[in-house]
């Protein structure tokens, strides 16, 4: 379907779209937004019964929408998701590269092989291999859209967190190699790079120490001044000050998949609140 012949409520209609880790926090709303913009929506997860509810809360709005469980370290189930896509929806359109993880805080000489795989596999090496198995389908039509999600630590060190900056910045490297080699084909690539973004993996930080704000508390525990700590360390730094949010992160990545971002890629999107250029 042409630009011109989709309705301006759906920019995305007549488009597959894979988000890997799309069951819950950012990539559940990067799902629900490309969704209701018109696109086909595939939520892929490590587990199927989390994807599975996602893919039922869009189908249950009247949009598009099944679930595949992946495990985006595994080249073999890479290929089964894009299969499943294809056989489903006829192409690969969209690729959101969301999946990620960061399972410890950690001194660098502390961190051993199997974490340090464990991160790189999820965060790099399933993001390159998702993105050349969708190549397959994208060459030969001469077009496709993938957008991967990096962070912050990809461009700025954060403590501790060594293996996933390595990651990060490794995913921002493979954006531009990949948006360098496939712009030939007509396939554009993004790297969309999200500050602090309030989800249920910090709720408990942020409720902490929101808690003592409102109360006008101070910490009594040593749980309440870590939390207290991190969170005046993550607003104070960041120019708009608060942390953001999930469908912050949606919106952007629905623009960049659009047509609208049609003379992009292989650009860093920084959606931080200013955190990168913050001096609190």
Known sequence: MSSASRPASKPL?????????GSRGIG???????ARDGASVVVAARSVEDAERVAAE??????????VGCD????????RLVAATRERYGAVDIVVNNAGVSPLSAEPQEIGEAAWDDILDTNLKGAFFLSTAAAHDMIPRGSGVIINIASIAG???????????????????LTKALAHDWATYGIRVHALAPGYIATEMNAGVRQTAEGLIARGDSPSTPDEAFAKTLYDGVVGRT???????????ADVVA??????????????TMVDGGWTIGGG
Do not use: H, N, W
């Open 239 to 249: 120019l708009l000050g608060r942390y953001g949010t999930p469908e912050e992160i």
């Open 155 to 173: 461009v700025m060190p954060i403590a501790l967190e060594s293996a996933y900056c390595a990651s990060k910045a490794g995913l921002i490297g």
């Open 72 to 79: 985006v370290r595994e080249v073999a189930q890479i290929e």
């Open 255 to 268: 623009f960049l998949a659009s047509d609208a971002a049609r003379y992009m890629t292989g650009a860093v």
């Open 28 to 34: 559940q709303a990067i799902a629900r937004r490309l």
């Open 13 to 21: 209609a007549g488009r597959s779209t894979i988000v890997t880790g």
């Open 58 to 67: 869009i189908a249950a709005d009247g949009d598009a929408a099944m679930a």
